[in-house]
């Protein structure tokens, strides 16, 4: 007891002599810089948009060299987000989006024109090869077509934050629901091709309307031009299965990537992967800076989105229509893999910019 009350006693002593306070040296964290800030951030945002999507095609991959899901899965999959997930993830878009979201007429005609731009460039340096117009088409489609909805969104909100997710949107409307189905339409005419035009023209207007990617969006569209809101059961409905979309399809395509199909139209799918990550979104840049007027940020997004890989919509559209899913599967992996360049330094010229 007495050791213990002259240790107290002790540092009672020693405390007085050296203040109220006990002055601890404080030990400093390096400061970083500005320009490792700038790089870890810039690095951070590529990562988190990117690889859930290689994630989600390598676990499809080795699901399908394992042989957990069958040989039918590809097909079973496919059909499942082309006839149910992606209508919903289309008609709830299309069902919820405001005339105050997407009045930027100089946005949608820089987003439009790029768009076909690319497309009709595509469809004439392919039509060397005398293939069929269903072809064409698709390989067209593929080249246009930007990964908006798989990677626009989270790169979206990451660079930009909330404010262009009308911009992204949009854009995912004028892809889905205009060169979507403008393809179509160029396949159905092509497969479906009758002697006479108008009973050609006949067919394809009942295949699209039978169609669920384009009946989906154009029934979302009546729905909010009538003004009508969505009872909170359908919207959480059509909100799981839309959900439900992007990893589906992206499983789908590790699962035909592990079947080993090469592609046998090597310069095809180079072209394909060069009008997309090069032409494209030049096309857009020179038409959002130069030649319409739109807001900054809106400007930015449009060519950000431009620059995005081969979207999964050809390769769905490909293995549904049995036309050489394997060019359009080959595109999106090179093009996935050669964006991580591409676009990280368009993301680190917009953050400078």
């Given amino acids: 007891m007495n050791i213990c009350f002259n240790i107290w006693h002790a540092r009672r002593k020693q405390a007085k002599r050296q203040g109220p306070y006990i002055h601890y040296p404080v030990t400093q964290s390096p400061q970083r810089k500005p320009q490792d800030i700038e790089t870890s951030s810039t690095v951070s945002i590529i990562v988190?948009?990117?690889?859930?999507?290689?994630?989600?095609?390598?676990l499809g991959y080795l699901g399908g060299r394992k042989r957990l899901l069958g040989p039918g899965a590809v097909d079973s999959l496919n059909k499942y987000v082309v006839w149910m997930a992606l209508p919903a993830l289309l008609f709830q878009a299309m069902a919820t989006v405001t005339w105050n979201e997407i009045n930027q007429?100089?946005?949608?005609?820089a987003t439009v024109l790029s768009i076909a731009i690319v497309f009709a460039v595509s469809f004439l340096l392919e039509r060397r090869r005398k293939a069929r117009l269903a072809d064409l088409s698709i390989e067209a489609l593929a080249a246009s077509y930007a990964n908006a909805?798989?990677?626009?969104?989270?790169?979206?909100?990451?660079?930009?934050?909330?404010?262009s997710m009308p911009a992204v949107v949009l854009a995912i409307l004028v892809t889905a629901c205009g060169l979507f189905a403008f393809s179509i339409v160029?396949?159905?005419?092509?497969?479906?091709?009758?002697?006479?035009l108008p009973r050609t023209l006949g067919k394809v207007s009942l295949s699209l309307l039978r169609n669920p990617l384009v009946a989906?969006?154009?029934?979302?569209?009546?729905?909010?031009?009538?003004?009508?809101?969505?009872?909170?059961?359908i919207k959480q409905f059509t909100t799981l299965l839309g959900d439900s979309a992007s990893p589906c399809a992206l499983v789908t395509i590790g699962l035909f990537l592990s079947q080993r199909r090469a592609a046998r139209q090597q310069g095809t799918v180079w072209r394909i992967?060069?009008?997309?990550?090069?032409?494209?979104?030049?096309?857009?840049?020179?038409?959002?800076?130069?030649?319409f007027d739109m807001p900054p940020m809106w400007a930015a997004v449009a060519v950000l989105l431009a620059a995005l890989p081969v979207g999964t919509g050809p390769f769905m559209l490909a293995q549904l229509y049995q036309r050489e899913p394997a060019?359009?599967?080959?595109?999106?992996l090179l093009s996935t893999v050669l964006s991580l360049v591409t676009v990280s330094a368009l993301v680190a010229w917009l953050e400078h910019a």
């Fill in 273 to 291: 992967v060069a009008l997309k990550l090069l032409l494209h979104p030049l096309a857009a840049f020179v038409l959002a800076y130069w030649v």
């Fill in 48 to 58: 988190n948009a990117v690889f859930p999507l290689f994630a989600l095609i390598l």
């Fill in 327 to 332: 060019v359009a599967s080959r595109a999106i």
């Fill in 105 to 109: 007429p100089g946005y949608i005609a």
């Fill in 216 to 233: 989906a969006p154009v029934l979302g569209m009546i729905v909010s031009i009538l003004g009508l809101p969505l009872p909170y059961a």
């Fill in 186 to 196: 160029l396949v159905e005419i092509d497969l479906q091709s009758v002697p006479s």
């Fill in 149 to 163: 909805g798989f990677m626009g969104i989270p790169l979206c909100l990451m660079v930009f934050g909330h404010d």
